[in-house]
């Protein structure tokens, strides 16, 4: 070794003792060291002396410049005297004790830990091994090892492994040497390669001979064994060794936990559990944990914990185990594939449904659910895939974010595929077809009556109706069912058919004020009037009316009375069950014996609301299942809550209580009723009425729910149905609930949910309605449940619905419910519906309302898979003359094209679509002055046999629409081919939109934001290298984002994100953007939870901020207008002062600055929320609903993944 020369720092005097010490030292380095020895013992023994009785000496050593601790090296590495390297070793344990890392890594950048580790070699070699020495070195090596990186490498290359094994293995009862032995080779087990070689040396054992039960005495010693025995088992080679121990290790637990009353010792409690949280890993260890009792075990202790909140790391760990251990089951269903099928006359050539239709058809009767047969296409997988991953991170995502943020991979990083592309793909001759949908473009307006201007553009006549009946669904209008032996077999009894009430029966009419009148019907053969009525709406009584179903003949109560006005000014309309009744008897006998039904008019509240010609929109609607019930909801209509909903405060303790209630059902089996209630695959009878179950349907437009169990007498596991055409995307549900007892506490557990996380966990809320709320006066879906939370669970996906990933399982989200009412139908769904006839019946609406100065038409833009039109709406405003000037500045106009609902569950899409409606199509002259500014085509429904059969995520295709715009099918997409050639049209005739946006829904983000494209922004995340003209780039594509951000109170500019990813190239926001050139393509992205920012700040979002999102909207459309036009700023100054003032009043919180902050912070939750049993979970690959920079969670939901409680 070359001697280092003494240099001294400036702040340290040349005659300091210890550098005088020091240079003499570096003097005797070489020869005259081994020569006389003496003299070096003496230096160092004062240097030693000199450090333990002087700070300064310590920080002379250490400081910037000295080489002193190069001298001290050098003199251990050349001398043999024993006294000389035992003074060197106290002297290093002096000076890295105290300091901090800083000095360690001096050490460990000056060579210390391999001096060290070949002294611990040399050492060894001794007989016999000076055990002071070995003390020292391997207190020394204790300190640095953790500090070093390479430590572990260091230690095998060097040999040093085997030394400190053998050490232990010879000095088990000298607990003084025993102690940094450990320490030293907890560090050594932190690199999985040494941690198998010790494994193979039998240290798992020799460390399971260390730990034992219950003991006042050693316990530092017994900490240290059980976190190097925790590092030695994450290797799964280890694991395996260790499954023999399992009941030793649980017996020790036990022992220690009913010993500890005091709960001094939780380290080692919890050290236990860490050790068999890893050997559980593998599939070996799980099956030991569970034949040793493991499951009742930790149930027992942890909830003898509970009660002691310091406890809670303990609780939580043993949470973690038991979940993990608990045996993997299938879902209870005959197949994962949809219930519901749909034959395609096309095919995919490969893919998911290509795969899916390569799979033997059909389902097995219900008795087989448990039996696998040879095709079964769902199958328990216990692999121990992706588990080792649960040994470096106890909760799953935070990695996931942690690399989200340290680079994303999936940005496009070819400039070529960042520029918008110059040449069409199709022939003009090929587009011309499409010109019919854009006669605005060459009408004349010649035989245009402008005296009574609405004669002249007329919409497309609407589809024929279908004469199938439509039936308001009712659980009490389903015949009584009783789960027998038939039913087993997939086969219904046949009691006596109820009728059910044709809606084609019932003529509704309503006085000149607006309220109901009278109910009229019309004779239907086969069925009394009064009693076919009564049948039909039976289901639904008041409080304190007479028993359902009740008299003989039942009758409809009519009247000539006007009815009463209930709360809120919405009028009643009588009807229901009960003794037949004259209008006189009916004057003189309020209410009868029977039940009243009272149908809310909402007439004045809901302008665009009609339950009669919503029905009618129903016939004309096709399904897959044929339905032919409407939901009462959708009938009823929803009027917005005027109180506030705030984003719900998490309960301290919830997802562990429901944990542990999910546990109970394999610690005591015999609770549980594990009773269908409800199945959809028996659909003879999919529904089990025995009178103690509550009743479940979802056979109406949009609902989603395949089948129902009951658990216990209060609890029930739902399972959704997927897409048609896949066998995944159960996020969506829309059903009905009756038959509830009030003041039950209800839980209910979604137990198919697939994405990782969800905001249920921050906040969201399910939806609700009654309907004894709304014929109260109150229909209206409100934010309910308790005790919400969303975790993994024990039943394990298919790798075939995983994409090909093993050992994947499902999550449950679950809530729990007090209901209020008697005799009460209620319904729960994700978000609020907007189905598709709802949609129809809006448009028919908005044309009624159509005024002069509004040019309005609606096309059929294609007809669907499932036979449903596509509507394309053009809305401008009419010329104001047909003056050659007029007509010119009528066809200029630029164009703006909208699009909604590509994903069927992202119905707040649909929301803010109809407030974008409702805004153009209004009176206002904001409005007036939108629509002489730009021409709109809106698609708004792209996706309508999704949303009709209650899919999440596809069409009947099977697939994502928003991943088939780079080249879709005209027969599997027809409504995403016809949309884009529409595009690819304009772009033909240079008329590409202006703006192009396509409002969807977030599922894991708060607030409302926009994903656009930028070469610039997409750039700058990666590595590229490009020069400035390259680069050059109109930042134009900020400006709509920066207006909505100022006027928007939901609106969120730290939330939007103009990158460019791979995954999303095939989605319309960037096919848009790169084949039709236009600038500003975006996807809107409004939250299905609520806000964290602006003026809405706590609250859960709803139907009347949505629409009102989609209002502003419009208002910043004709700002960037203005902000684009100065010609038009000058000529309409009048306008611009209205739209001033509607900004004011509307966005005051805009002023203040801390309105829209950029950060994300949410709070942290004092319990620790442990979303899985297994970390490493998928990434999620959400549509374009999904940040680039946060596929799973915002920044701030992931801290609040800890490993730790706060």
Same mark, same amino acid.
């Given at each position: 070794?070359?001697?280092?020369?003494? *240099?001294?720092?400036?702040?340290?005097?040349?005659?300091?003792?210890?550098?005088?010490?020091?240079?003499?030292?570096?003097?005797?380095?070489?020869?005259?060291?081994?020569?006389?020895?003496?003299?070096?013992?003496?230096?160092?023994?004062?240097?030693?002396?000199?450090?333990?009785?002087?700070?300064?000496?310590?920080?002379?050593?250490?400081?910037? @410049?000295?080489?002193?601790?190069?001298?001290?090296?050098?003199?251990?590495?050349?001398?043999?005297?024993?006294?000389?390297?035992?003074?060197?070793?106290?002297?290093?344990?002096?000076?890295?004790?105290?300091?901090?890392?800083?000095?360690?890594?001096?050490?460990?950048?000056?060579?210390?830990?391999?001096?060290?580790?070949?002294?611990?070699?040399?050492?060894?070699?001794?007989?016999?091994?000076?055990?002071?020495?070995?003390?020292?070195?391997?207190?020394?090596?204790?300190?640095?090892?953790? #500090?070093?990186?390479?430590?572990?490498?260091?230690?095998?290359?060097?040999?040093?492994?085997?030394?400190?094994?053998?050490?232990?293995?010879?000095?088990?009862?000298?607990?003084?040497? +025993?102690?940094?032995?450990?320490?030293?080779?907890?560090?050594?087990?932190? &690199?999985?390669?040494?941690?198998?070689?010790?494994?193979?040396?039998?240290?798992?054992?020799?460390?399971?001979?260390?730990?034992?039960?219950?003991?006042?005495?050693?316990?530092?010693?017994?900490?240290?064994?059980?976190?190097?025995?925790?590092?030695?088992?994450?290797?799964?080679?280890?694991?395996?060794?260790?499954?023999?121990?399992?009941?030793?290790?649980?017996?020790?637990?036990?022992?220690?936990?009913?010993?500890? *009353?005091?709960?001094?010792?939780?380290?080692?409690?919890?050290?236990?559990?860490?050790?068999?949280?890893?050997?559980?890993?593998?599939?070996?260890?799980?099956?030991?944990?569970?034949?040793?009792?493991?499951?009742?075990?930790?149930? &027992?202790?942890? *909830?003898?914990?509970?009660?002691?909140?310091?406890?809670?790391?303990?609780?939580?760990?043993?949470?973690?185990?038991?979940?993990?251990?608990?045996?993997?089951?299938?879902?209870?269903?005959?197949?994962?594939?949809?219930?519901?099928?749909?034959?395609?006359?096309?095919?995919?050539?490969?893919?998911?449904?290509?795969?899916?239709?390569?799979?033997?058809?059909?389902?097995?009767?219900?008795?087989?659910?448990?039996?696998?047969?040879?095709?079964?296409?769902?199958?328990?997988?216990?692999?121990?895939?992706?588990?080792?991953?649960?040994?470096?991170?106890?909760?799953?995502?935070?990695?996931?974010? #942690?690399?989200?943020?340290?680079?994303?991979?999936?940005?496009?990083?070819?400039? &070529?595929?960042?520029?918008?592309?110059?040449?069409?793909?199709?022939?003009?001759?090929?587009?011309?077809?499409?010109?019919?949908?854009?006669?605005?473009?060459?009408?004349?307006?010649?035989?245009?009556?402008?005296?009574?201007?609405?004669?002249?553009?007329?919409?497309?006549?609407?589809?024929?109706?279908?004469?199938?009946?439509?039936?308001?669904?009712?659980?009490?209008?389903?015949?009584? #069912?009783?789960?027998?032996?038939?039913?087993?077999? @997939?086969?219904?009894?046949?009691?006596?058919?109820?009728?059910?009430?044709?809606?084609?029966t019932i003529n509704i009419t309503k006085d000149q004020d607006g309220c109901c009148d009278h109910t009229h019907t019309r004779p239907h053969p086969g069925a009394g009037l009064e009693q076919e009525l009564v049948q039909g709406l039976e289901r639904v009584s008041l409080d304190g009316a007479g028993p359902r179903g009740g008299g003989g003949g039942g009758g409809v109560n009519r009247h000539n009375r006007q009815p009463p006005l209930l709360a809120g000014?919405?009028?009643?309309?009588?009807?229901?069950?009960?003794?037949?009744?004259?209008?006189?008897?009916?004057?003189?006998?309020?209410?009868?014996?029977?039940?009243?039904?009272?149908?809310?008019?909402?007439?004045?509240?809901?302008?665009?609301?009609?339950?009669?010609?919503?029905?009618?929109?129903?016939?004309?609607?096709?399904?897959?299942?044929?339905?032919?019930?409407?939901?009462?909801?959708?009938?009823?209509?929803?009027?917005?809550?005027?109180?506030?909903?705030?984003?719900?405060?998490?309960?301290?303790?919830?997802?562990?209580?429901?944990?542990?209630?999910?546990?109970?059902?394999?610690?005591?089996?015999?609770?549980?009723?594990?009773?269908?209630?409800?199945?959809?695959?028996?659909?003879?009878?999919?529904?089990?009425?025995?009178?103690?179950?509550?009743?479940? &349907?979802?056979?109406?437009?949009?609902?989603?729910?395949?089948?129902?169990?009951?658990?216990?007498?209060?609890?029930?596991?739902?399972?959704?149905?997927?897409?048609?055409?896949?066998?995944?995307?159960?996020?969506?549900?829309?059903?009905?609930?009756?038959?509830?007892?009030?003041?039950?506490?209800?839980?209910?557990?979604?137990?198919?949910?697939?994405?990782?996380?969800?905001?249920?966990?921050?906040?969201?809320?399910?939806?609700?309605?009654?309907?004894?709320?709304?014929?109260?006066?109150?229909?209206?879906?409100?934010?309910?449940?308790?005790?919400?939370?969303?975790?993994?669970?024990?039943?394990?996906?298919?790798?075939?619905?995983?994409?090909?990933?093993?050992?994947?399982?499902?999550?449950?989200?679950?809530?729990?419910?007090?209901?209020?009412?008697?005799?009460?139908?209620?319904?729960?769904?994700?978000?609020?519906? $907007?189905?598709?006839? *709802?949609? #129809?019946?809006? +448009?028919?609406?908005?044309?009624?309302?159509?005024?002069?100065?509004? $040019?309005?038409?609606?096309?059929?833009?294609?007809?669907? +898979?499932?036979?449903?039109?596509?509507?394309?709406?053009?809305?401008?405003?009419?010329?104001?003359?047909?003056s050659n000037d007029q007509i010119c500045l009528f066809r200029n106009r630029p164009l703006v094209f909208l699009s909604a609902r590509v994903h069927p569950g992202e119905t707040n899409a649909s929301w803010v679509m109809k407030g974008t409606l409702e805004f153009l199509m209004g009176s206002s002259p904001l409005a007036q002055s939108l629509r002489e500014a730009y021409i709109f085509k809106i698609v708004p429904m792209l996706n309508p046999d999704g949303?009709?059969?209650?899919?999440?995520?596809?069409?009947?295709?099977?697939?994502?629409?928003?991943?088939?715009?780079?080249?879709?099918?005209?027969?599997?997409?027809?409504?995403?081919?016809?949309?884009?050639?529409?595009?690819?049209?304009?772009?033909?005739?240079?008329?590409?939109?202006?703006?192009?946006?396509?409002?969807?829904?977030?599922?894991?983000?708060?607030?409302?934001?926009?994903?656009?494209?930028?070469?610039?922004?997409?750039?700058?995340?990666?590595?590229?290298?490009?020069?400035?003209?390259?680069?050059?780039?109109?930042?134009?594509?900020?400006?709509?984002?920066?207006?909505?951000?100022?006027?928007?109170?939901?609106?969120?500019?730290?939330?939007?994100?103009?990158?460019?990813?791979?995954?999303?190239?095939?989605?319309?926001?960037?096919?848009?953007?790169?084949?039709?050139?236009?600038?500003?393509?975006?996807?809107?992205?409004?939250?299905?939870?609520?806000?964290?920012?602006?003026?809405?700040?706590?609250?859960?979002?709803?139907?009347?901020?949505?629409?009102?999102?989609?209002?502003?909207?419009?208002?910043?459309?004709?700002?960037?207008?203005?902000?684009?036009?100065?010609?038009?700023?000058?000529?309409?100054?009048?306008?611009?002062?209205?739209?001033?003032?509607?900004?004011?009043?509307?966005?005051?919180?805009?002023?203040?600055?801390?309105?829209?902050?950029?950060?994300?912070?949410?709070?942290?939750?004092?319990?620790?929320?442990?979303?899985?049993?297994?970390?490493?979970?998928?990434?999620?690959?959400?549509?374009?609903?999904?940040?680039?920079?946060?596929?799973?969670?915002?920044?701030?939901?992931?801290?609040?993944?800890?490993?730790?409680?706060?």
């Amino acid at each position: 070794m070359n001697k280092p020369k003494m *240099t001294t720092d400036k702040g340290v005097p040349s005659n300091s003792r210890v550098l005088m010490l020091l240079g003499q030292l570096e003097k005797l380095n070489g020869e005259s060291m081994l020569a006389d020895p003496e003299i070096t013992r003496q230096i160092t023994a004062k240097i030693l002396h000199l450090i333990q009785t002087q700070e300064k000496t310590r920080k002379d050593i250490m400081s910037k @410049g000295s080489s002193g601790m190069e001298v001290i090296l050098a003199t251990l590495e050349n001398t043999r005297d024993l006294q000389t390297i035992l003074n060197i070793l106290y002297i290093l344990n002096e000076l890295l004790t105290v300091g901090g890392g800083r000095r360690i890594g001096v050490f460990v950048s000056k060579g210390g830990t391999g001096i060290l580790l070949q002294l611990v070699l040399s050492a060894s070699k001794e007989s016999p091994p000076s055990e002071e020495v070995m003390l020292q070195l391997h207190s020394v090596l204790a300190k640095v090892g953790p #500090k070093d990186r390479k430590f572990g490498v260091k230690a095998r290359l060097n040999g040093a492994l085997n030394v400190t094994v053998n050490l232990l293995k010879q000095n088990l009862q000298n607990h003084k040497l +025993l102690l940094p032995c450990l320490l030293v080779l907890r560090v050594y087990s932190s &690199n999985s390669v040494n941690a198998v070689s010790l494994g193979k040396n039998g240290v798992v054992e020799l460390m399971l001979k260390i730990i034992g039960p219950y003991s006042k005495k050693n316990t530092s010693l017994l900490k240290v064994s059980l976190d190097t025995l925790g590092a030695l088992l994450k290797s799964k080679t280890n694991a395996r060794r260790a499954v023999v121990h399992v009941p030793v290790l649980l017996y020790i637990y036990q022992d220690w936990h009913r010993n500890d *009353t005091f709960h001094r010792h939780m380290l080692i409690r919890k050290g236990v559990l860490g050790c068999l949280k890893n050997i559980t890993n593998s599939k070996l260890g799980r099956k030991a944990f569970i034949d040793a009792d493991g499951m009742r075990i930790l149930y &027992n202790t942890s *909830t003898e914990c509970l009660p002691v909140r310091t406890l809670d790391p303990l609780i939580n760990t043993s949470s973690l185990i038991m979940r993990k251990c608990f045996p993997k089951n299938r879902l209870p269903l005959p197949t994962i594939k949809s219930v519901f099928h749909h034959q395609l006359l096309h095919v995919p050539a490969g893919g998911p449904v290509a795969q899916l239709y390569n799979q033997p058809p059909g389902g097995v009767p219900i008795y087989q659910f448990y039996t696998k047969p040879p095709w079964v296409d769902d199958v328990v997988d216990d692999s121990d895939d992706n588990e080792d991953a649960e040994a470096e991170n106890d909760t799953e995502n935070e990695e996931e974010e #942690k690399n989200n943020h340290a680079g994303n991979d999936d940005i496009e990083t070819d400039i &070529n595929k960042l520029r918008p592309k110059e040449t069409h793909s199709r022939p003009f001759e090929e587009l011309k077809i499409y010109e019919r949908f854009f006669m605005e473009l060459s009408e004349d307006f010649q035989v245009f009556n402008f005296d009574n201007p609405k004669r002249g553009v007329t919409a497309t006549p609407a589809a024929p109706k279908s004469h199938r009946p439509i039936i308001v669904p009712t659980s009490q209008a389903l015949p009584p #069912k009783h789960p027998t032996a038939a039913i087993l077999q @997939g086969e219904c009894p046949h009691p006596a058919p109820v009728p059910r009430l044709d809606l084609d029966t019932i003529n509704i009419t309503k006085d000149q004020d607006g309220c109901c009148d009278h109910t009229h019907t019309r004779p239907h053969p086969g069925a009394g009037l009064e009693q076919e009525l009564v049948q039909g709406l039976e289901r639904v009584s008041l409080d304190g009316a007479g028993p359902r179903g009740g008299g003989g003949g039942g009758g409809v109560n009519r009247h000539n009375r006007q009815p009463p006005l209930l709360a809120g000014g919405v009028a009643a309309r009588p009807g229901g069950g009960g003794q037949e009744m004259l209008a006189e008897e009916w004057a003189e006998e309020e209410g009868g014996e029977g039940a009243v039904l009272e149908v809310p008019d909402t007439a004045l509240l809901l302008p665009l609301h009609d339950p009669d010609l919503y029905v009618e929109m129903v016939k004309s609607t096709r399904s897959v299942p044929q339905y032919s019930e409407v939901a009462y909801p959708d009938y009823f209509g929803h009027v917005a809550p005027t109180f506030r909903e705030h984003i719900l405060e998490r309960v301290y303790g919830v997802q562990r209580t429901k944990i542990f209630q999910d546990i109970e059902r394999l610690i005591h089996p015999n609770d549980i009723l594990d009773k269908v209630v409800y199945d959809l695959d028996i659909q003879s009878c999919p529904v089990v009425d025995d009178g103690e179950s509550l009743k479940f &349907n979802s056979q109406f437009e949009s609902g989603n729910l395949r089948k129902a169990v009951q658990v216990r007498k209060f609890e029930y596991d739902l399972v959704l149905n997927s897409d048609i055409n896949s066998n995944h995307y159960h996020q969506w549900f829309y059903f009905e609930v009756s038959g509830m007892r009030v003041g039950a506490p209800y839980r209910f557990n979604i137990i198919n949910c697939e994405k990782s996380n969800s905001q249920f966990n921050y906040g969201m809320q399910v939806l609700m309605y009654s309907v004894q709320e709304a014929i109260s006066g109150r229909p209206r879906w409100i934010r309910t449940g308790t005790d919400i939370c969303y975790y993994k669970n024990h039943f394990s996906r298919s790798s075939i619905a995983a994409g090909g990933q093993k050992g994947k399982s499902y999550y449950t989200m679950t809530f729990s419910m007090i209901f209020n009412h008697k005799d009460d139908v209620c319904y729960f769904a994700y978000h609020y519906p $907007y189905t598709y006839s *709802t949609l #129809k019946m809006h +448009l028919q609406k908005l044309e009624a309302l159509r005024t002069p100065q509004i $040019y309005m038409r609606q096309d059929v833009l294609c007809e669907t +898979l499932g036979g449903n039109s596509c509507p394309l709406l053009t809305i401008t405003a009419m010329p104001e003359s047909t003056s050659n000037d007029q007509i010119c500045l009528f066809r200029n106009r630029p164009l703006v094209f909208l699009s909604a609902r590509v994903h069927p569950g992202e119905t707040n899409a649909s929301w803010v679509m109809k407030g974008t409606l409702e805004f153009l199509m209004g009176s206002s002259p904001l409005a007036q002055s939108l629509r002489e500014a730009y021409i709109f085509k809106i698609v708004p429904m792209l996706n309508p046999d999704g949303v009709v059969n209650g899919n999440h995520r596809c069409s009947l295709s099977g697939e994502d629409l928003n991943r088939q715009w780079q080249s879709p099918s005209p027969e599997l997409h027809p409504t995403i081919y016809h949309t884009k050639s529409l595009l690819q049209y304009l772009a033909a005739i240079q008329r590409a939109p202006l703006v192009f946006c396509d409002y969807h829904g977030h599922s894991r983000k708060k607030n409302v934001f926009m994903y656009g494209c930028s070469l610039k922004e997409t750039v700058w995340e990666t590595n590229i290298s490009a020069t400035s003209c390259e680069l050059h780039e109109d930042l134009g594509y900020r400006t709509l984002p920066k207006i909505l951000s100022q006027m928007a109170p939901a609106f969120s500019m730290a939330s939007c994100s103009f990158v460019v990813e791979r995954s999303k190239e095939a989605t319309a926001r960037v096919v848009v953007w790169r084949e039709i050139g236009v600038q500003r393509s975006y996807t809107m992205e409004s939250t299905l939870c609520g806000c964290d920012q602006g003026k809405y700040k706590g609250l859960q979002i709803g139907t009347r901020e949505l629409e009102e999102m989609g209002a502003q909207f419009c208002v910043a459309l004709l700002r960037l207008k203005r902000l684009t036009s100065p010609l038009e700023l000058r000529k309409r100054a009048h306008l611009l002062d209205v739209e001033s003032d509607l900004m004011e009043t509307r966005c005051k919180v805009s002023s203040n600055p801390s309105t829209y902050v950029l950060e994300d912070e949410e709070h942290t939750f004092m319990e620790e929320v442990d979303y899985s049993a297994e970390s490493g979970d998928e990434a999620d690959n959400d549509p374009d609903t999904a940040d680039p920079h946060d596929n799973h969670l915002s920044d701030s939901e992931s801290n609040n993944h800890r490993d730790s409680l706060t």
